[in-house]
């Protein structure tokens, strides 16, 4: 017996909505995804929860698709301390200690010192926080003339745990910006770039906090508004901000620690369908919009793009 089956347009039109709801529920995954960590600032108070529709992603100049766009629970935070910077920093270690212990229960708190090019890690990555704490010192003062913050965030970065676009990263450098390893009289660091590309490939955002050097060389004028404007770019292009008060001493840090805490409460991770970037992978400029009102975002200047699959 022979049948002659011809579907009905209702037939169809209802097979095609299964179809597309079967599509739908299931997870978005591009061959050539991009996560990085944004984070929402908004110009008066605290910026409104965003959901994945209110944001557009842009790669150079052409627009892309959003894959995910999620609260980033999980934190990595590192605390850097440059072991050149004056030791009457250790003055408001307090104020250290108490943002230290303010951070949630998921977030994972490390505590090194720069010096000699290199992280020495006092307190390895904890869910500890009074750990953490415990681990913080008096920094050496001219006993660490010899540092580099570039070289210690690079070292440190070669060694930061793979967090496979799971968690977000963050390091809070306490520095004077200058470079005594190299010499610190160039006006861009020669380690600077490679520091800030080193980040971006590993997804860090560098928050800086400016302390003087410990005696007289450090204090010179140009040698001081170099070294401020170098940590201002590693923490701009990276995603973050820069924190000093003129070339003096803060009175306070405290000020600095409560805004860097208003912005780790207020990071997504985002994904993206990236163009890829070709055999060998390359740095492209990323932007992320809005049209909520008062609202903007903090990004890195750009991002990696790993090689095609």
């Known amino acids: 017996m022979k049948f002659n089956f011809r579907?009905?347009?209702?037939?169809?039109?209802?097979?095609?909505?299964?179809?597309?709801?079967?599509?739908?529920?299931?997870?978005?995954?591009?061959?050539?995804?991009?996560?990085?960590?944004?984070?929402?600032?908004?110009?008066?108070?605290?910026?409104?929860?965003?959901?994945?529709?209110?944001?557009?992603?842009?790669?150079?100049?052409?627009?892309?698709?959003?894959?995910?766009?999620?609260?980033?629970?999980?934190?990595?935070?590192?605390?850097?301390?440059?072991?050149?910077?004056?030791?009457?920093?250790?003055?408001?270690?307090?104020?250290?200690?108490?943002?230290?212990?303010?951070?949630?229960?998921?977030?994972?708190?490390?505590?090194?010192?720069?010096?000699?090019?290199?992280?020495?890690?006092?307190?390895?990555?904890?869910?500890?926080?009074?750990?953490?704490?415990?681990?913080?010192?008096?920094?050496?003062?001219?006993?660490?003339?010899?540092?580099?913050?570039?070289l210690a965030v690079q070292d440190w970065l070669k060694r930061w745990p793979s967090t496979a676009g799971d968690h977000r990263s963050s390091i809070i450098l306490i520095s004077s910006g200058i470079d005594y390893f190299r010499g610190g009289f160039d006006p861009i660091d020669p380690d600077l770039d490679s520091t800030i590309e080193r980040a971006q490939k590993e997804n860090v955002n560098l928050w800086t906090i400016y302390y003087p050097g410990a005696g007289h060389v450090s204090r010179g004028y140009f040698r001081v508004f170099n070294a401020q404007a170098n940590l201002s770019r590693l923490s701009e292009e990276t995603g973050a901000e820069s924190y000093y008060l003129a070339f003096d001493r803060p009175v306070t840090l405290g000020p600095y620690f409560e805004e860097i805490q208003e912005h780790l409460n207020n990071q997504y991770l985002l994904t993206f369908a990236s163009g890829g970037g070709g055999k060998k992978g390359k740095f492209e400029r990323a932007r992320v919009a809005t049209e909520i009102p008062g609202v903007e975002f903090l990004t890195p200047s750009e991002v990696f793009l790993p090689p095609s699959q």
Not at 11 to 25: E, I
């Open 7 to 150: 579907p009905t347009p209702q037939l169809l039109l209802a097979a095609f909505a299964l179809a597309f709801a079967s599509l739908a529920s299931m997870p978005v995954r591009a061959a050539n995804a991009v996560t990085l960590t944004v984070t929402a600032v908004a110009k008066k108070g605290t910026p409104p929860p965003i959901k994945k529709e209110d944001i557009q992603v842009f790669e150079g100049k052409e627009r892309v698709q959003t894959t995910d766009w999620r609260r980033g629970e999980n934190l990595y935070l590192a605390i850097l301390i440059d072991d050149s910077i004056d030791y009457q920093a250790a003055s408001q270690w307090n104020e250290l200690k108490a943002f230290i212990a303010a951070q949630p229960q998921n977030s994972y708190v490390a505590v090194a010192y720069g010096r000699n090019g290199a992280a020495m890690v006092a307190q390895d990555f904890t869910q500890d926080h009074a750990l953490a704490a415990k681990a913080l010192r008096i920094p050496l003062g001219n006993g660490g003339a010899f540092s580099s913050p570039y």
